[in-house]
């Protein structure tokens, strides 16, 4: 190349393909007197440089001249821009994360160029899948954001370096889920968009949603809670609450999805409850699940035991005197008691005698079972009758 410098100018600017890798350049002095050196290297005037190499992006080469003086001094600057190979570079985001609906997110892309580099050439970050406003910045060329898309020009990367572009005060509009954000790139010279190798996700989430489901199985004592969780694209935990108001006081964890993994949509949760107020006893409970984001509760609901109560049975109390064994029960409602007899032994339920292996007495409140000295007694069970 042979560049002519005159009056104040002092720099020249060319760009060539990213197929050429080396430049030589022809000096020419006005006054064959001066003196001068090509990229720190002594020149003749009018003779071609040796070859000098080109990396992809910008290459800055002086031309130094120097006066017969020996000391006036000026230097020009010949700036070679290699475009790099079309297409090439990898993107990464941070955080991976986002959260559907908010405002006021920041996003860092890192583009890296392929070993061909880029030089003064362009960046597009389609970013419309998580949303469309925000500002931009970058630590390389110029950044602007519309329609969704990032755009940054005047680009020059060597191989392996990298640009870091931030996306501030983002919207995420996006409905829950993986999301692609994609990049591409265009060399200065005859360049055309291509997609990079590998696109960036960044997986949208929100605060799960949550419904109280009327109870089932409800009985004296027990009964199962229900409940229909969304975790909304994160991992989520599902517990109930209940109790005899709406302070609930108790939480137990689901029994059927407890743990529902990230994506996994609707999902019906339950858990069974024992030991329960007997008697038509009011609880309320609802369903609670949290992920990452946050956590909902569901809505309060009711339920009433049953009236009827189980059996209340106290472990027998014994004692002994001179020829019988007394066996003391306790019992809230009317039963049978059973016991059984050695060969020739008796026993007595309130009057009557008893000789029979497995007789009873029915009762109700306390009953007494008085046996001769050879006796064994069954378990200890009574029976509703």
Same mark, same amino acid.
């Given at each position: ?92 985001v941070s955080p991976q994360t986002a959260i559907a609906g908010a405002t006021g997110q920041t996003f860092t892309f890192t583009y890296t160029a392929a070993i061909g580099g ?114 909304? /694209?994160? %991992? !989520? ?8 108001? =709406? &302070? +609930?006081? $108790?939480?137990?964890?689901?029994? *059927? ?65 001179? /020829?019988? %064994? !007394? ?8 039963? =049978? &008691? +059973?016991? $059984?007899?050695?060969?020739?032994? *008796? ?39």
């Amino acid at each position: 190349m042979t560049p002519i410098f005159s009056g104040t100018t002092t720099t020249y600017s060319a760009v060539v393909a990213s197929t050429v890798t080396s430049a030589t350049i022809t000096p020419i002095v006005a006054d064959a007197t001066a003196t001068l050196k090509v990229n720190g290297i002594a020149q003749s005037s009018g003779v071609v440089s040796a070859a000098i190499s080109l990396t992809p992006g910008l290459n800055s080469i002086p031309v130094v001249v120097t006066a017969q003086d020996g000391v006036t001094v000026k230097t020009y600057t010949i700036n070679v821009i290699r475009a790099g190979v079309d297409g090439g570079g990898a993107l990464t985001v941070s955080p991976q994360t986002a959260i559907a609906g908010a405002t006021g997110q920041t996003f860092t892309f890192t583009y890296t160029a392929a070993i061909g580099g880029m030089g003064g050439g362009e960046i597009d970050i389609t970013v419309s899948s998580l949303g469309t406003v925000g500002s931009v910045t970058s630590n390389v060329g110029t950044a602007s954001l519309a329609n969704g898309v990032i755009k940054v020009t005047g680009v020059t990367l060597a191989g392996g370096e990298s640009a870091t572009i931030t996306w501030n005060n983002a919207t995420v509009v996006a409905a829950t889920g993986a999301k692609t954000v994609s990049a591409t790139q265009k060399a200065i010279v005859g360049g055309t968009l291509k997609s990079l190798a590998a696109a960036a996700s960044v997986a949208v989430s929100k605060a799960p949603g949550a419904t109280t489901v009327a109870g089932t199985n409800i009985a004296g004592t027990t009964a199962t809670l229900n409940g229909t969780v969304n975790d909304n /694209g994160a %991992a !989520t935990t599902v517990t109930f609450e209940y109790g005899l108001t =709406t &302070g +609930y006081g $108790t939480a137990v964890a689901a029994t *059927t999805n407890g743990s529902i993994t990230a994506n996994a949509g609707s999902k019906a949760a339950a858990v069974n409850l024992t030991g329960l107020n007997c008697g038509g006893v009011t609880y309320n409970y609802r369903v609670v699940a949290t992920n990452s984001i946050g956590t909902t509760n569901g809505a309060n609901m009711v339920f009433k035991t049953g009236t009827a109560c189980p059996p209340v049975i106290t472990t027998p109390t014994v004692s002994a005197a001179v /020829g019988m %064994a !007394t066996f003391t029960f306790q019992s809230d409602f009317t039963a =049978t &008691g +059973y016991f $059984t007899l050695l060969p020739g032994a *008796t026993a007595t339920c309130g009057t009557a005698i008893q000789t029979k292996a497995r007789t009873g007495c029915r009762t109700q409140g306390s009953t007494t079972l008085r046996f001769a000295p050879a006796y064994r007694q069954h378990p200890g069970q009574l029976y509703r009758s």
